[in-house]
């Protein structure tokens, strides 16, 4: 099992890296620079090679990179949208440089030019991302709760893009517990749910599940993470999760309000669920 939290990076990779370990974990996300935008931090190479030699010591998978909210490919604004597709190839050679395979990046919100709209600039703007990919890298979609315009939450529109971009291999996708409440899908039937990723998106492509509980209700579309057990989600539907067969295979991030002690008790009661599964 692959298990981590969102750590910050801003001590350096090899800190978030012990930082990690004392969690429990294995993996972890990081964002690539300010989550508000700005400069990118100089990538400190010794510093790189000191983590690697961490993680390859202690068993770790992939890690996880996470762009900032600032990126929408579907913004009415012009600038907007060149911003981010310049800062998202930026991120892409950045995470080459670490080693790091995966870049989470939010649909986008279409600002009310429509969803059909707010959708063709996002796949305009992946094509034009992808055609300059690194090969060792891949964008991840994240789904979305549909909070006022956010695009991408749904599987179908997540297919959309994706059938849009002709299935480029660079293209992935990343779901998110609370996400999928909050634009309406039940986790708690668990079965149903795995059937709809079978028959829209395909089990392949999911490659990262973001694990938070939901502050507010099914169909609510707000966003907001809760703890395990303090959200509307429960210990039960995180059990059905997390010791799933076909969950087995994505990585695992947890992004609730918490600290590091409250994320190493997470972990801790993620790997109890699994073994007792
Ligand atoms: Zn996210
Ligand atoms: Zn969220």
Redesign the pocket.
Known sequence: MQIGAHVSISKGLTHAVETTIKMGGNTFQFFTRNPRGGKARELDTADIKKADHLMEKNNFGKLIAHAPYVYNLASVKENVRRFSLLTLKDDLIRIKEMGVPYLVVHVGSHGGQGEEKGLELVMEGLKSVLKEIPEETQILLEGM?GQGTELGYTLEQLAQILQGCDYHPGLGVCL?S??LTGAGYDLADFTKFKEQIEQILGWDKLKVF?L?DSLFPLNSRR???AKWGEGYLGLETLKKIVSDKAMEQVVLIL?TPNDDLGYAQEIALVREMKKRQ
């Open positions: 709760a998110d609370c996400h973001h938070n966003d907001r993470h992004e």
